[in-house]
C-alpha cells in the first residue's frame, strides 16, 4: 500500500530549543521528500526537500535526513524561533502522485 | 513572476449543488495538481493535469472532474456535492509533470457544504 506516517502529531518547544519530526513511508519506489509548513489560513509552502540519492541536506536552521533502507525521513529545526509555529507536513513521492503525512502542530513558546 | 492563485477564497454551497474552482498557475509552470485538505488532515491528490490532459488520478469518484486550458490555468469541478466534500481544495503547479518535482501551493479555497 501507500502510506506516510509521520509523528509526533503536536510538539511544543521553549524558542531555542530543536524540534525534531519524524516521518516513515511505505514505497521503497519513493525517491522524492519534501516538507511543508502550513500557517493559519494559508496553503502549504515548500520548506525543504530531499532526494533519494542524497542523506541530509541543510537550509540555514532546518535540515532534513534520509534512511533509504529504514524509508525514514525527519525535519530537524534548530534554535526555533516563535514564527516557526505552524503545521508541518512530509510527503513522499510516487510515480503518479504525492502522499502526504498527516501533519505535526509545531508550537513555540517565548 | 507570480506564485499560485486560487478563486473563490471561500465558498459555501448547498448539498446536491455543483461547484468550479480556478487555479492559476505559476508563471512558466506547465502542470497542475489538485488536493483536497479536510480539517487536521493532509493533503489528498485528486488529479493531477498536464498539457491539458488529465495525467493521474487519486482515489476520488468520477463527479471530481477538471480541466486545464492553453495558459494552463485549471478548474476543479464537483458535481452532486456531499456533505462530505467541505474541506479545503488546494492547487499545485510544478514546472513538469513529474512527482520529484517541487510544487508550489495556492492559498487554497475553503468551500462548505451545507
Known amino acids: 500500500g501507500e502510506n506516510v506516517e509521520q509523528h509526533p502529531s503536536t510538539l511544543s518547544v521553549q524558542e531555542g530549543d530543536s524540534a525534531v519530526i519524524k516521518c516513515t513511508y511505505s514505497?521503497?519506489?519513493?525517491?522524492?521528500f519534501p516538507w511543508y509548513k502550513q500557517e493559519l489560513g494559508k496553503g502549504p509552502q515548500l520548506i525543504i526537500d530531499?532526494?533519494?540519492?542524497?542523506g541530509e541536506k541543510k537550509d540555514q536552521r532546518i535540515a532534513v535526513t534520509l534512511n533509504k533502507t529504514a524509508k525514514h525521513f525527519s525535519l530537524h529545526i534548530t534554535e526555533t524561533q516563535p514564527e516557526d509555529s505552524a503545521v508541518y507536513f512530509c510527503?513522499?513521492?510516487?510515480?503518479?502522485?504525492?502522499?502526504f503525512g498527516t501533519g505535526t502542530r509545531l508550537q513555540v513558546f517565548p | 513572476e507570480t506564485g499560485v492563485t486560487q478563486s473563490p477564497t471561500h465558498l459555501i454551497k448547498t448539498r446536491g449543488q455543483q461547484v468550479t474552482l480556478r487555479c492559476s498557475s505559476q508563471?512558466?509552470?506547465?502542470?497542475v495538481s489538485w488536493y483536497q485538505q479536510a480539517l487536521g488532515q493532509g493533503p489528498q491528490f485528486i488529479f493531477q493535469?498536464?498539457?491539458?490532459?488529465?495525467?493521474g488520478r487519486g482515489n476520488f469518484p468520477p463527479r471530481f472532474s477538471g480541466l486545464q486550458f492553453p495558459n494552463y490555468s485549471s478548474e476543479l469541478n464537483v458535481n452532486a456535492l456531499e456533505l462530505d466534500d467541505s474541506a479545503l481544495y488546494l492547487c499545485?503547479?510544478?514546472?513538469?509533470?513529474?512527482?520529484?518535482?517541487?510544487?508550489?501551493f495556492g492559498q487554497g479555497t475553503r468551500l462548505t457544504v451545507v
Open positions: 499545485a503547479s510544478s514546472l513538469d509533470s513529474s512527482y520529484n518535482t517541487e510544487a508550489f
Open positions: 510527503a513522499a513521492s510516487k510515480v503518479d502522485k504525492l502522499i
Open positions: 493535469y498536464y498539457r491539458e490532459e488529465e495525467n
Open positions: 530531499i532526494r533519494s540519492n542524497v
Open positions: 514505497d521503497s519506489a519513493s525517491n522524492y
Open positions: 508563471s512558466g509552470h506547465n502542470t
